[in-house]
T-cell receptor, first 117, second 115 residues
């Protein structure tokens, strides 16, 4: 099966500009997650979609970040306006519906490296 | 919320030696503990996981142990090889079914295996 894909792989933007990241999860995976890793720190949860609905957005840093998943397929994460501290690697992951005894695995995309200058 | 501490941040071992990475978690309700390996320039990939109803799990040269009372879990890699060099992340989660769970990650351990 095709893996989780993210676009772009790298983005360099100036402070104050807008950037939109895209994630295509594995087909059939209802659960889609966004994570972010700032250099040298842990991978931090941003938000979780179940199909097109936001299940948990407690990790979103502030209202400059907007995530959508229209139609329950791909997702976008928009940062507007971008600030220097938004730099990092943004990962998307997806999981399939699974019972308690099924294999659990979050499949990650390769990430988008965002640099705000 | 959950907090996961991971140690060490860097680890260098000679090829053939063992490597141990340790993590602690804060939320006693956490019941799922995966380990991810991220090679340079690649995506994080699940290498092994353990659930709270199990104390130890092995998969060839990799093993994970869990101590629920102490709230810590460890990754053990035996007979290390150069291709084991990567950043390893531990994570904790409360899993209640339907494939839906949020992972809280540690800060990662950069493992270097010296030939």
């Amino acid at each position: 099966e095709a893996g989780v894909t993210q676009f772009p792989s790298h983005s360099v933007i100036e402070k104050g500009q807008t950037v939109t990241l895209r994630c295509d999860p594995i087909s059939g995976h209802d659960n889609l997650y966004w994570y972010r890793r700032v250099m040298g720190k842990e991978i931090k949860f941003l938000l979780h979609f179940v199909k097109e609905s936001k299940q948990d957005e407690s990790g979103m840093p502030n209202n400059r970040f907007l995530a959508e998943r229209t139609g329950g397929t791909y997702s976008t994460l928009k940062v507007q306006p971008a600030e220097l501290e938004d730099s990092g690697v943004y990962f998307c992951a997806s999981t399939r519906p699974s019972g308690m005894s099924g294999r659990l695995e979050a499949f990650f995309g390769q990430g988008t490296r965002l640099t705000v200058v | 919320g959950e907090n996961v501490e991971q140690h060490p941040s860097t680890l260098s071992v000679q090829e053939g030696d063992s490597a141990v990475i340790k993590c602690t978690y804060s939320d006693s309700a956490s019941n799922y503990f995966p380990w991810y390996k991220q090679e340079l320039g690649k995506r994080p990939q699940l290498i092994i996981d353990i659930r709270s109803n199990v104390g130890e799990k092995k998969d060839q040269r990799i093993a994970v142990t869990l101590n629920k009372t102490a709230k810590h879990f460890s990754l053990h890699i035996t007979e290390t090889q150069p291709e084991d060099s990567a950043v390893y992340f531990c994570a904790a989660s409360i899993y209640s079914g339907a494939g839906s769970y949020q992972l809280t990650f540690g800060k990662g351990t950069k493992l270097s295996v010296i030939p």
